[in-house]
């Protein structure tokens, strides 16, 4: 045995001393932080890609080479990360990844740790029991958004067309996340089969539209299959009609998929189910822990109405393996999905959940509500800003009356490194948005953003 990849005991405590010690720092400062670094010099990014030596280092110099690595780009942990859509990071669930990562239990087929399994099937049947999708209902935590859309689309593909999808058509908007269309073509979808469908003032998809392009499909012999629906845009955090869509759906006998990526967790709160009603009727919903429940990144869901749906379409078994996928109840999440090969994506979300309660994370996302709220209102009363999109979750999306004054302003917010906020181009128009996400964003971190905006309109 090699004593260096088998370190006793005195050697393993002293390893996660030095790292519990390091990311004690971080997190200390983590609600004072800057929101973002600056840039490393090429030197450095080359000395960083250095290959490993025979004789390998200390873990001193490692954290120190982590902490120089870690000097730019985004500080997702500060309150001030309002760009893209943030992810504030969990201790606890750290600490569950680091726990899944030591015991190192195989997950993906029920009889090699059916505990385990119960537990990763635990939180799916929380989810699925939060949007109401019934006793037949199931799901599977993949990576991310990406993955989950890509999981919802291929079984959507194989419930509505079986193997000859050649004229499957879907439906979407030209806001609709661009991972759907990359997860299309990965399903070996034609760009001609991802419709991009109109859009009315409020940029949710318009139904009349859709209900014509439906139906003109079909007259011209093409096979509408599939309704992708957005639960909060990443540009303006926009929720489609989403129950208008589901009469639609309905009506055509198509396959309905809600995107809820960033928002689908706003369903804790009294104010985003609201808005998000209509997702209960989806035949699939993406769902990403590591927004709205700031789990670290790579747990997304995929949820399903029909757990015989996703294992039709994801059922495969080797000759090792036997022909039951099934041990004392509890389906391999390996036959729900993509992967054969996972970590225990389940514990980084149970732990937490179970350790804090459902309260706190209904809390962080009321905050950020009440903050958006705050934004989109303060914004409303400033001359040049045309704040004409009311938010309907935590996104606040705005223009100027000139773009590169917005320009200007995005920067001089940006680098000023107290708050980072990001644009994204609306119709040819520059269009700055604020991402309320991260449970340490206070109000100061919004006003003093707008501050900065405020007095690069007057200057």
């Known amino acids: 045995m090699n004593s260096h990849l088998e370190p006793d005991r005195e050697l393993r405590d002293d390893l996660t001393q030095q790292v519990v010690a390091y990311l004690a720092s971080w997190y200390d400062g983590a609600s004072n932080s800057e929101a973002w670094g600056v840039d490393l010099d090429p030197d450095t990014l080359r000395e960083l890609r250095r290959p490993p030596t025979e004789e390998g280092r200390d873990l001193e110099s490692i954290l ?84 989950a859309n ?48 109109d859009t009315d003032a409020d940029l949710r998809m318009d139904i009349g539209k859709l209900q014509e ?108 393996l036997t022909d039951d996928d099934t041990y004392m109840g509890l389906r391999d999440i390996a036959s729900l999905g993509p992967e054969l090969s996972r970590p225990f994506r389940g514990l980084p979300v149970w732990l937490p959940l179970q350790l804090h309660g459902v309260a706190p994370f209904r809390e962080a996302l009321d905050s950020s509500l009440d903050l958006a709220e705050h934004a989109y209102n303060r914004l409303g009363t400033i001359e040049g800003i045309d704040a004409r999109w009311a938010p309907d979750l935590s996104v606040v999306a705005f223009m100027f009356d000139d773009d590169e004054v917005g320009r200007s302003a995005w920067e001089a917010v940006n680098t000023d490194r107290t708050v980072h906020i990001s644009p994204t181009i609306i119709e040819d128009r520059f269009v700055l948005r604020f991402a309320i996400l991260n449970r340490r964003s206070t109000v100061e971190h919004v006003d003093y953003a707008i501050d900065i905006i405020e007095k690069t309109l007057v200057g």
Do not use: C
Request: charged letters at 15%; glycine letters at 12%.
């Open 64 to 147: 120190s080479d982590l902490t120089v690595a870690g000097k730019d780009g985004i500080y997702h942990l500060s309150g001030g990360h309002m760009s893209y859509i943030p992810n504030a990071g969990l201790y606890t669930a750290a600490l569950a990844e680091f726990l899944a990562a030591a015991l190192n239990r195989y997950t993906g087929v029920a009889g090699a740790v059916p505990g385990f399994t119960a537990i990763e099937h635990g939180v799916i049947d929380w989810m699925t029991s939060l949007f109401d999708l019934g006793s037949e209902a199931s799901g599977v935590l993949l990576s991310g958004g990406s993955m």
């Open 150 to 197: 890509l999981t919802g689309i291929v079984t959507a593909r194989f419930s509505q067309l079986g193997d000859g999808f050649s004229a499957g058509v879907m439906y979407a908007t030209p806001h609709t996340h661009h991972s759907v269309a990359k997860a299309a073509r990965i399903a070996g979808f034609r760009d001609d089969q991802i419709v991009s469908m």
């Open 213 to 320: 392009r439906i139906a003109s499909d079909r007259n011209a012999g093409r096979n509408p299959f599939l309704i992708i629906a957005s639960a909060g845009t990443t540009d303006t955090g926009t929720v489609d009609p989403l129950d208008q869509l589901a009469d639609v759906a309905a009506e055509s006998d198509i396959w309905f998929h809600v995107d809820a990526a960033y928002g689908g967790f706003f369903q804790l709160t009294t104010r985003g189910k609201d808005v998000l009603h209509g997702i209960e009727r989806a035949d699939t919903i993406a769902l990403d822990p590591h927004k709205g429940l700031s789990i670290p990144f790579g747990a997304g869901a995929l949820l399903a109405r029909h757990e015989t749906q996703l294992l039709a379409a994801h059922h495969g078994r080797g000759g090792y």
